[in-house]
Each structure stands twice: as C-alpha cells, then as structure tokens.
C-alpha cells in the first residue's frame, strides 16, 4: 500500500529533525512526485534521541497570562497569506513597548513555539509585544519556513510578507519602532537571519538558534548541503549592516551543524573592519549543570555586536526551554532570558 501524503510529510520530518538528510530527501521527493518509494526508518538510537530532544526533563513553567492577550488573526502580502498570534502585555497606555518576532521551527506552531520558549511568560514580566507568524502546511507541507528557497529570500516572497506583518503590528500596537527584534529557531532561525538580513532598518538586533546564515542555500540540494556540515562561503553571504546578533547552537545538534553558527557570527562581523580580531571567551554552566561556552565580540565602540552561545551536549532544540512545548532542552542555558536581555540592551539609535 502506498504511504498516504500526510505519512510521507511526518517521515521526512522525523529523518530531517534526525540528521538523516540523504533519507529526508527520498521522502520530499516521494511526497512530490507522489510516486512510492522505500523510505528507511529511523534507526532506534536516533529515533530515541529525537524523542529526548523534543522534551529533555526540567522545571515546567507555565505562562500567566491573566495580564495580557495572546490573540491570533492573519494577514495578507503580495498573494500571500499567513495567520499569526500576537501577545499584548497588560497596561500598555501611551507608552511605546519593544516587539520581538518569533519564527518557529518546522512542525512547531505560535502556540507551541510560544510554550516552549516561555516568552510569552518574559514578555509579560518586561511589558513587550510578542508576534508569532505561522507557516502554512499549504506553503510547505512540514511548516518549515521556506529559507532556503530564492523567491522567499531578500525583499521577497515570505521574507516581504514577515516584514510587512511587523511594520503593520508596528502601526496598529504601541509599539517602539527602535526597539524591534526577530529570532527563531531552526528553519525559523534561517528565516530571521534572512529578514533581518534583508531588512536592516526595520529591525534593531536578530537571534538565530540552531539556524544558518543569511541566504545559507537558494535550494533543496544546497540547503541538505548546508545543514549536514555548513554552508559554502559563496552562498552565505555577508550581512547588509552591522547588526548585533546574538547565536544559541548545541555541539551535538544533528539536525543543523553547528559550523552553521559560526557562521552566522561570521556573516554579521564581515560588514565591518572595525570589529576585534579574536573575541572575548567565558567558559560557564547553567543552573542545571549543561556547560557552555559564550563568545563576545565588540565594535569599534566597545560595544558587544555579536554574542555566540555554544552549548555542550546539546542537539537541535531550544536552550533552557519548557517541557510543554516541543524541541526544547530544559537544561539551559536560558535562551530566551539571553536573548531577550541582548535586545533591550539595544535600540537602532544606540546600536
């Protein structure tokens, strides 16, 4: 019997979440050409893995959101159409309050994106504007950002439809449009170093977790390429402007490599000549004993424009995350406390 479309989606995104790129690629082609094919199974020891990753044991903290909205809609760009979730702290009145874009993973949606990162939960305690796009499973049957495609990179495609969101929450919300930031994770993560990469005047600074460069790949083979050990130098191109960005990778991550990271910091650094030779290096563990290693680099000014955040033992899900939602390790560091202190550390007036 053939394996039924929705079958051939979940089996590519198990094999690509598990590193099995060569396997994923059998069943996105299965799934588009509609032919059957003999896709490979997990192995067991990734599968178990995988598994671990999606919810790695820790302290559950759930959102109160009894002082805010957390509200959904949907907007419309140049033909297309994504629907979103925007949380609204309480008491906003006339005062201007910072917004940070998240984009999810794929498989991942704004509510479990929104519970397994706990920014909402931050958000609420710093009085700030969360905006969550979702993709559509019409757009890319696994819900992964299309960040490797070129009609989706630059000011194009979905790249223009998440800037023009955010300029319009921007417009509609009380928000302060010098301190307006975007991150993500994994192909979301992608996504947010694109936008950002296309936009720079729109946003103040960008997180990337466990995600790739700017423009890392134009297409399905680059983008296996890139994924498995790194992109080419001449495919991930440098930043359009010195914008502070700030990386989360675990060393073990088998999904993205983590030489993506690297570059990340490298493609926001080669803007610049005026930036420090060798970076400033803290070795650290987080409350719950997972061992890091941070990398600061400064401009010119002294100020820190990159942050690189390499976790030890850590796959391809989110730092310090929340049980309750998926690819999360619960044993920290803390990405979305980091990140969310990197941001309000900087406005596009103060760099």
Not at 72 to 90: D, E, F, V
Not at 136 to 159: I, L, V
Request: proline share 6%; net charge positive; hydrophobic share 35%.
């Amino acid at each position: 019997m053939n394996p039924s479309v929705s079958d051939l989606m979940r089996k590519a995104t198990h094999l690509t979440q598990a590193g099995q790129l060569k396997d994923a690629t059998l069943a996105i082609q299965a799934l588009l050409t509609k032919r059957p094919t003999n896709i490979p199974a997990l192995t067991v020891p990734v599968a178990a893995r995988l598994q671990a990753h999606r919810a790695l044991p820790g302290p559950s903290r759930k959102p109160d959101l009894r002082t805010g909205s957390f509200i959904g809609a949907s907007h419309s760009n140049r033909g297309l159409t994504r629907s979103y979730k925007l949380y609204s702290p309480p008491h906003t009145g006339d005062d201007q309050r910072p917004l940070i874009v998240m984009l999810h993973g794929c498989t991942q949606n704004p509510d479990d994106f929104a519970a397994g990162t706990g920014m909402n939960e931050l958000a609420a305690a710093r009085g700030l504007f969360v905006l969550y796009p979702a993709q559509s499973a019409d757009a890319n049957p696994t819900r992964c950002w299309n960040w490797f495609k070129g009609e989706h990179q630059q000011q194009n495609g979905e790249s223009a439809l998440l800037a023009d969101l955010t300029q319009t929450i921007i417009q509609q919300h009380a928000v302060d449009p010098k301190r307006v930031y975007i991150a993500g994770l994994s192909a979301g993560g992608a996504m947010a170093a694109n936008v950002a990469n296309a936009y720079p005047d729109l946003f103040a600074a960008v997180g990337v977790h466990s995600g790739l460069a700017p423009n890392a790949a134009n297409n399905l083979s680059s983008a296996l390429a890139a994924m498995k050990s790194g992109a080419t130098l001449s495919s991930a191109r440098s930043a359009k402007r010195c914008m502070p960005t700030i990386v989360f990778h675990g060393d073990k991550d088998l999904t993205v490599h983590p030489r993506n990271g690297e570059q990340v910091i490298q493609a926001a650094l080669e803007c610049t000549s005026s930036a420090q030779k060798k970076p400033w290096i803290e070795h650290g563990v987080a409350p719950s004993g997972r061992s890091f290693t941070r990398s600061i680099q400064r401009d010119a000014q002294g100020q820190i424009s990159t942050e690189h955040w390499l976790i030890h033992g850590a796959g391809h899900a989110w730092s310090g995350g929340h049980p309750s939602g998926s690819y999360v390790d619960a044993s920290g560091p803390d990405a979305s406390e980091e990140m969310c202190r990197f941001f309000l550390e900087r406005s596009k007036d103060r760099g």
